[in-house]
């Protein structure tokens, strides 16, 4: 498959399902060679790898879990061997708290929870950047989100992790910049997904999302190629001149305390 991107591989964590799967998709469809990680739903990850062969692209799937350094320099280590240096890498994976408060929150979460979304990213950058300091050029991107914005109570494990995450761009923007590596972030607001109906049916138990989409700007909660074109964009040869920002994907500002249901 010809594009913008053939030629370049690119490593998109928690790849198979939701947001990552639309970035999967489109990184593809757009030429690129994408290694998708995923922890343990090897079947989604297969049905992604599938759907992009199927449409005349290339992908191969990739276990680790990404807050283990060892299973993340192993899976590096052969999407090198397989493909070639890493160009393109999206930090997309993740996952939410439980909405208990400070005082009510498990340890054993905290760490999972922040180890998952700033750690992850972390190891995968020191991993990939040597060999993608080789290229023409390379991209970052992390998938972060409007939490950091908000930053509600009854969520501080995500709080902490997506803020760490956004702490790590813009560190290794600075670092990078000379190697001629753009780090960026996307920052989606609800995003109809799995991780997006549990967090709504908890909060308001919402059991569909679509109910929500009259509350929501131009009348639909946020799809995951939406995130992907923004993604698309910060890595393709349009972005000549972005390193070190925030994307925000929510349509100007969504109001998740109103819903139709």
């Not at 054993?108 to 180890?115: D, G, H, K, N, S």
Request: aromatic letters at 4%; one cysteine or more; glycine letters at 12%.
């Amino acid at each position: 498959m010809t594009g913008s991107l053939a030629g370049r591989v690119a490593l998109v964590t928690g790849g198979g399902r939701g947001v990552g799967r639309g970035i999967s998709m489109a990184l593809a469809a757009d030429g690129a060679t994408v290694a998708i990680n995923y922890r343990r739903d090897l079947e989604a990850a297969a049905e992604t790898v599938a759907a992009i062969e199927a449409a005349g692209g290339k992908a191969q799937a990739y276990a680790a879990s990404v807050d283990d350094y060892e299973q993340n320099a192993e899976m590096v280590s052969a999407i090198e061997a397989d493909h070639g240096p890493i160009g393109i890498l999206v930090n997309n994976a993740g996952i939410a708290s439980r909405g208990q408060s400070v005082e009510q929150t498990d340890p054993a979460e905290l760490q999972r929870v922040v180890a998952t979304h700033a750690f992850g990213p972390h190891y995968l950058s020191k991993l990939v950047i040597p060999k993608m300091r080789t290229l023409d050029r390379g991209d970052i991107v992390m998938i972060s989100s409007v939490a950091t914005r908000s930053l509600s109570g009854f969520g501080a494990p995500y709080n902490m992790g997506k803020t760490a995450m956004e702490a790590l761009a813009y560190t290794l923007a600075k670092e990078e910049r000379a190697n001629g590596i753009r780090v960026n972030i996307v920052a989606p607001g609800l995003v109809d997904t799995d991780m997006g109906q549990r967090l709504m049916n908890a909060l308001q138990g919402v059991e569909d999302l679509r109910a929500l989409d009259q509350s929501m700007p131009w009348g639909r909660v946020c799809q995951p190629d939406d995130v992907a074109n923004v993604v698309k964009f910060l890595v393709s040869d349009a972005n000549s001149y972005l390193t070190g920002e925030r994307l925000y994907c929510d349509g100007g500002g969504q109001d998740m305390s109103r819903s139709n249901s």
